[in-house]
């Protein structure tokens, strides 16, 4: 079965300290992986996928095919990084390309 | 920059109530997507749509319709509306092979 795992609901860390939001899933086959990130009153927006291997806000994440992990690293947290983030991923071609969610990570920086 | 606009931002419905949310999309997307986000729960897939005319159930279609009539345009019916519905609905659209763009989403309270 296809799923999407993100064992945190709630991460709080301080200003400055390096953060980590878990992605574990599960799926036959090779599937696209992403991340995207939901501030306050905003609209859900993509912060990074795999394949693109770039950096976004300091944000990085690796795609473990072994422990199929995707986990999302960022070394030192800011306090405009609080948002819910969720980590998603997707198949290729016809309902396999739709999106599975997780159920989110909401991230909190304190000062 | 892709837009989906999502016409109401909050709606209060009654019990028993027609609802109709409406999604726009103005970058000629063929994949459009209706999702309900709740605490704890991510998001989930109602329905989709690959083309005008042509819908597919996503995971939890119980209780609700959709309609494509034009390319640009994906409604989603609650064909009688139950307290069990109040959620935020986020409309996606997606171009293949990449991300989704969000709309702001509609939060709805059926009381």
Known sequence: AQRVTQPEKLLSVFKGAPVELKCNYSYSGSPELFWYVQYS????????????R????????????????????????????????????SGYGGSQGNLIFGKGTKLSVKP | DVKVTQSSRYLVKRTGEKVFL????????????????DPGL????????????????????????????????????????????????LCASR???????FGSGTRLTVV
């Not at chain 1, 990085?60 to 030192?76: R, V």
């Not at chain 2, 409406?22 to 000629?28: A, F, P």
């Open chain 1, 41 to 52: 009153r905003q609209r859900l927006q993509l912060l990074l996928r795999h394949i693109s």
């Open chain 1, 54 to 89: 770039e950096s976004i806000k300091g944000f990085t994440a690796d795609l473990n095919k072994g422990e199929t992990s995707f986990h999302l690293k960022k070394p030192f947290a800011q306090e405009e990084d609080s948002a819910m983030y969720y980590c998603a991923l």
């Open chain 2, 22 to 37: 409406e999604c726009v999309q103005d970058m000629d997307h063929e994949n459009m997507f209706w999702y309900r986000q």
């Open chain 2, 42 to 89: 991510g998001l989930r897939l109602i329905y989709f749509s690959y083309d005008v005319k042509m819908k597919e159930k996503g995971d939890i279609p119980e209780g609700y319709s959709v309609s494509r009539e034009k390319k640009e345009r994906f409604s989603l019916i609650l064909e009688s509306a139950s307290t069990n519905q109040t959620s935020m609905y």
């Open chain 2, 95 to 101: 171009v293949i092979n990449y991300g989704y763009t």
